[in-house]
């Protein structure tokens, strides 16, 4: 991990310029977010400083710890399993939530919405590949909840998430980023939301994830350096 932190963030803008330019997109499409599980409240200040304003979290509890010490023009996204106990301070904690993959998890989002008032942005996570990660909902089960999200009045469909199956080349992850695009056309389509964002794309496979239509990037290691090893990464 060379270099100081603002020298990284450059690496990637670069990196991230150029898969742009190679597909054809705007550079402005693409927000990148830091990935901050297990980061003290010093590295998300060090990475505010360097023009960071989107973080993701993992886990309600230590979004609940680090975002009051933290500066507060930051904008915080739940990005980690979410149970549906904990809807209720995800949304009083997060601006939006990226990883809801079940119909319970969305209608506990609404109810919370309900009780405190809020308008909740949400991200429909979704299994790909049928293997990778174990969260996520299969493709076959989307439309029956988006149904169910247009008589809710408190969470908005902003788009989708996903997490393909860990693999050490890049090009591995590019048949899933493309299969999500696809179905969110296909989705967008049919159902009352645009489904503008997609959010993937990690350490290892951005550049791929951009060429294929991200529009956030959820960076963790390339941005802080290696973590210190999670008992688990889920909430
Ligand atoms: C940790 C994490 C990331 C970032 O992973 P890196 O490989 O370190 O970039 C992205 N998304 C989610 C959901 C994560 O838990």
Redesign the pocket.
Known sequence: MAGTFSERLDEIKRRIGAACEKAGRDPDGVRIMA?S?TQPPEKIREAADCGIKLF?E?RVQEGRQKIPLSPSNLEWHM??HLQTNKAREAVRLFKMI??VDSAKLLAAVDAAGEQTGRLTPVFLEINVSGEGSKFGLAPENVPEVLKLANDLKRVEIKGLMT?PPAAEDPETARPFFRRLRELRDQWRDRSGFSLDELSMG???DFEVAVEEGATIV??????FGE?QKQAN?ED
């Open positions: 990935a599980k993701g993992n990005i980690g990226h990883s997490m990690m350490s290892h959820r960076l963790g290691t390339i941005l973590r990464t």
